[in-house]
């Protein structure tokens, strides 16, 4: 089974900053995309930031400047640098990865179980 590990979540305060982790695990062969995804209560889910194998970045507009994404190929681990947090980041953030697993020729998506974010003073 393939297995999203999320962590780094919890509650801080305006202008503060967290730093997300997740962990792909289960018999993969090669990820394409590793990413964060927001769910913020009565909205609709939105891409947070991506990043690919061959390391292009994309970012929602609402986090440029302030987010930063990065991925460990060794350790099949993404990373989300959160900073200059501000209330409306407050989410239930996902992970998301577009993999391949051993012995399958076509990469799937596959989620975590998500991780709470809560910018509050």
């Known amino acids: 089974q393939v297995q999203l590990v999320e962590s780094g979540g919890g509650l801080v305060q305006p202008g503060g900053s967290l730093r997300l982790s997740c962990v792909a695990s289960?018999?993969?062969?090669?990820?394409?995309?590793m990413g964060w995804y927001r769910q913020a209560p009565g909205q609709q889910r939105e891409l947070v930031a991506i990043?690919?194998?061959?390391?292009?970045?994309k970012y929602a507009d609402s986090v440029k400047g302030r987010f930063t994404i990065s991925r460990d190929n060794a350790k099949n681990t993404v990373y989300l640098e959160m900073n200059s947090l501000k209330a409306e980041d407050t989410a239930d953030y996902y992970c998301?990865?577009?993999?391949?697993?051993?012995?399958?020729?076509?990469?799937?998506?596959?989620w975590g179980q998500g991780t709470q974010v809560t910018v509050s003073s």
């Open positions: 998301n990865t577009f993999l391949r697993r051993v012995g399958e020729v076509r990469f799937r998506d596959y």
């Open positions: 289960g018999s993969i062969l090669d990820i394409s995309t």
């Open positions: 990043i690919t194998s061959g390391a292009i970045i």
